[in-house]
């Protein structure tokens, strides 16, 4: 699937969240105007906690550059939960993740961002990627994504 041109208007979206371990609904437009926002997807919860880890306990340095960071998987707001509550030796992130984990169910989102792979078998059909989206709404690619050799965990 083709990336989207930068620079351009970031595609909005809203949908459920993993927010401090509890449930609860995060939309791009909630950021508008006031933040950059780093948006991470990865394929998958309790395989890809490597992809998180960095990011959540580096949310004090975003913050200080006025960023907040997004992870976001097609895996349900459910199963952040508990990937969040697990042990590392589970795969999980040991109750220690700092940022908002978003849910794309239908993948109608990451599609949007040009991440979803359609062909690639359930589940993780999204493409480790990173994409920063400045406060007027523009967006850029900032980080290639990444082959599915190097995506095997």
């Known amino acids: 699937m083709p990336l989207l041109q930068t620079p351009g208007p970031a595609p909005d979206f809203a949908t459920h969240a993993v927010v401090n371990g509890n449930i609860g609904h995060i939309g791009?437009?909630?950021y508008q105007g006031e933040k950059y926002v780093c948006l991470v997807f990865y394929p998958?919860?309790?395989v890809y906690a490597e992809s998180i880890t960095p990011f959540s306990n580096r949310v004090e340095e975003f913050n200080k550059v006025n960023c907040t960071v997004l992870a976001m998987s097609t895996d349900s707001v459910y199963s952040h939960k508990a990937f969040v509550k697990a042990s590392r030796a589970d795969g999980g992130l040991e109750?220690?993740?700092k940022i908002p984990l978003l849910a794309d169910r239908s993948g109608k989102i990451s599609k949007?961002?040009?991440v979803f792979d359609a062909e690639e078998e359930l589940p993780g059909r999204l493409w480790l990627s990173l994409m920063t989206v400045a406060p007027l709404d523009i967006w850029s690619l900032a980080a290639c994504q990444l082959t599915r050799s190097l995506m095997t965990p």
Do not use: A, H, I, Q
Request: aromatic share 16%; charged share 40%; with cysteine.
């Open 95 to 97: 109750g220690k993740c």
């Open 44 to 46: 998958m919860d309790f």
């Open 28 to 30: 791009l437009k909630d």
């Open 112 to 114: 949007k961002y040009g």
